[in-house]
């Protein structure tokens, strides 16, 4: 089982970044599946969490994130998406997805906002 997420980088302020996250080892039906963060010396926040296709492909966004990230799935390719807009300096922090209700999680992506 492994969980990999891509797309980090260094973006400038008010710009935009695609993180990704691809499953192997284990089917994603029927998983919820979150996105956190973590910048350094501060606790994991989280920042997104998309039901299961069969619940919906409902979204929920911790309040510092929510209406400029978008979390998405497709199941068929095995992939979590999270897509950044709007990004700001404190939202730099490594990210990382995870299965909900598993120890499945990957091993980060480094996200910085910067000018």
């Known amino acids: 089982v492994q969980l990999v997420e891509s797309g980090g980088g260094l973006a400038q302020p008010g710009g935009s970044l695609r993180l990704s996250c691809a499953a192997s080892?284990?089917?994603?039906?029927?998983?919820?599946m979150r996105w956190y963060r973590q910048a350094p010396g501060k606790a994991r926040e989280w920042v997104a969490t998309i039901s299961s296709l069969s619940g919906g492909g409902i979204a929920y966004y911790g309040d510092s994130v929510k209406g400029r990230f978008t979390i998405s799935r497709d199941d068929a390719k095995s992939a979590v998406y999270l897509q950044m807009n709007s990004l700001k300096p404190e939202d730099t922090a490594v990210y990382y997805c995870?299965?909900?209700?598993?120890?499945?999680w990957g091993q980060g992506t480094q996200v910085t906002v910067s000018s």
């Open positions: 995870t299965a909900a209700n598993t120890n499945y």
């Open positions: 080892g284990f089917s994603l039906n029927g998983y919820l």
